[in-house]
């Protein structure tokens, strides 16, 4: 049982350019979630996800798009990647209503964008 | 307005208690979570209160008071291996979860 799996761990990209985060996770949940977070602060989130073919916007959803088109999956893509896109993005998952609201957390991918 | 408050550093010793408080004030409120997360590594679930009261688990306990707008994290017989940061999050819409900055705790021998 892997629970949520995050890739890559680690990538630089320059300015303009553009990349998927990817995340999956094997506990078949149905609420799916992603969140930056900058140095020394608080996580902020990005899209949500509450099932398969069902997404929203976060608190901060500028330069960012999603998908979800499994259970399962549930990349972000960056397009245009600009310096303050420079953070580390978390993808979590929780089991749907009355079922519990811990989210379990992937590991996180650092982006440096230069 | 919308806000979600905690203190930034706490340092206790180890073998005390701490306690680390979270205010909000939020739009709606459904429920209030605890996560703690290591330097480097990823947020992992503490508690989440609903209702009014303490809930314990272990050397943990968490309290809500709804009608404050309040709630804290009691951390007992502390050790080092707490060092790490600990994040109150809101959940004030029926989805999501809004967490506050964090507070730092430094757990020195």
């Known amino acids: 049982n892997a629970g949520v799996t995050q890739t890559p761990k680690f990538r630089i990209l320059k300015i303009g350019q553009s990349m998927t985060l990817q995340c999956t996770q094997d506990?078949?949940?149905?609420?799916m979630y992603w969140y930056r977070q900058d140095p020394g602060m608080g996580l902020k989130l990005i899209y949500y996800?509450?099932?398969?073919?069902?997404?929203d916007k976060g608190e901060v959803p500028n330069g960012y798009n999603v998908s979800r088109s499994t259970t399962e999956d549930f990349p972000l893509r960056l397009e245009l990647a600009a310096p303050s896109q420079t953070s580390v993005y978390f993808c979590?998952?929780?089991?749907?209503?009355?079922?519990?609201?811990?989210?379990?957390f992937g590991s996180g991918t650092r982006l440096t964008v230069v | 307005g919308q806000s979600l408050e905690q203190p930034s550093e706490v340092t206790a010793v180890e073998g005390a208690i701490v306690q680390i408080n979270c205010t909000y004030q939020t739009s709606g409120f459904y429920g209030l979570s605890w996560y703690q997360q290591h330097d480097g590594g990823a947020p992992t679930f503490l508690s989440y209160?609903?209702?009014?009261g303490l809930e314990e688990t272990g050397r943990f306990s968490s309290f809500l008071s709804r009608s404050d707008s309040y709630g804290y994290l009691l951390l007992q017989e502390l050790q080092m291996k707490d060092s790490a940061s600990y994040f109150c999050a809101v959940r004030d819409h029926g989805n999501d979860m809004r967490f506050g900055a964090g507070t730092r705790l430094t757990v020195k021998p």
């Open positions: 979590a998952s929780r089991p749907g209503q009355g079922s519990g609201y811990g989210y379990t």
């Open positions: 996800s509450v099932g398969a073919g069902i997404t």
């Open positions: 506990m078949n949940h149905n609420y």
């Open positions: 209160n609903a209702l009014d």
